[in-house]
């Protein structure tokens, strides 16, 4: 049957129109040879769009983290760049011979100058650690005797430093919680074929209960089954080049318990 070759989002098109309550489920459940496999369907259809979409509170929360990583690197870097411009132009006032003691203040506390904000969050984190150690009364100094939009550069240093140890904190909690997350949402490519092998067979199932239940009309059944020859006429058509369309079946063969579980729902 072409159903084996069908991708996944194709299988969930097909089977929505049978567990949701507007199209065809009702339908099903009204016959008792089918209303029995309404649950199965459901099941199968859930399985599979959990082979793409893993809810996850962790995935809320590592947005919100990424998110207040992006606002911290934001000031980060504004801190840096008023640090960096503010002092490198202010030495430019004083003569040549007095502006060494601004010069070496830059060079200490930001010595990646222009490039400073193209680092990782954790290595911006590290530079304002390393900048808060290296700074001596005198650079602080300096640094409070300019101001800039009624604050010192010392009061901008601090809030610098503030944002770079917060963001790195953040980035490290991000990074936790992203290996929690791939951890609880890893879906494997055996978990796939699982889930595409239940759908299969309880696609198989309603085909047969369909052709056994004569209380159905044939253009009720056509109408249940409609999803599904729209999706194999478009198969055929799509692949009629290709010489098998006959999936092996040992190939996305399951277990014992697998098969049993699908045909008891």
Same mark, same amino acid.
């Given at each position: ?7 996944? +989002?194709?299988?969930? *098109? ?17 016959? $008792?040879? /089918? *209303?029995?496999?309404? +649950?199965?369907?459901?099941? %199968? ?9 893993? $809810? ?22 504004? @801190? ?7 002092? /490198? ?11 060494? $003691? ?5 060079? /200490?506390?930001?010595?990646? @100058? ?50 770079? &140890? ?22 494997? @490519? ?5 889930? &595409? ?24 059944? *056509?109408?249940?089954?409609? $999803?599904?020859?729209? =999706?194999?006429?478009?198969? %055929? ?9 006959? *999936?092996?079946?040992?190939?996305? =063969? ?8 699908? =045909?008891? @729902?």
């Amino acid at each position: 049957m072409s159903t084996v070759r069908f991708d996944v +989002p194709t299988m969930i *098109a097909i089977s929505t129109s049978w567990v949701n309550a507007k199209k065809n489920r009702r339908l099903l459940e009204a016959h $008792p040879l /089918t *209303a029995g496999l309404v +649950p199965i369907l459901e099941t %199968v259809h859930t399985d599979l769009l959990n082979t793409t979409v893993v $809810p996850s509170e962790l995935a809320e929360k590592s947005k919100a983290l990424s998110d207040e990583a992006a606002r911290l690197d934001g000031l980060y870097d504004a @801190g840096y760049r008023l640090l960096h411009s503010m002092l /490198t132009a202010t030495s430019l006032a004083y003569p040549e011979n007095q502006r060494m $003691p601004l010069e070496n203040l830059v060079n /200490t506390l930001l010595p990646e @100058g222009a490039a400073g904000t193209r680092q990782s969050y954790l290595a911006e984190s590290g530079a304002v650690e390393l900048a808060f150690s290296r700074l001596t009364p005198e650079m602080e100094a300096i640094l409070r005797n300019i101001a800039v939009a009624n604050m010192t550069l010392y009061e901008v240093f601090n809030k610098w430093v503030d944002a770079g &140890r917060r963001l790195g904190e953040v980035e490290t909690e991000r990074a936790l919680l992203m290996d929690q997350k791939k951890d609880e949402n890893r879906i494997t @490519g055996r978990d796939v074929q699982k889930a &595409r092998y239940r759908w299969i067979r309880a696609v198989n199932a309603l085909e047969s209960m369909l052709a056994l239940e004569s209380d159905i009309s044939d253009a009720d059944k *056509a109408r249940i089954l409609q $999803p599904l020859r729209r =999706a194999e006429a478009r198969f %055929v058509k799509r692949n009629s080049g290709a010489s098998d369309l006959q *999936a092996d079946e040992t190939d996305i =063969a399951d277990d014992a318990d697998t098969n049993d579980e699908v =045909a008891a @729902g």
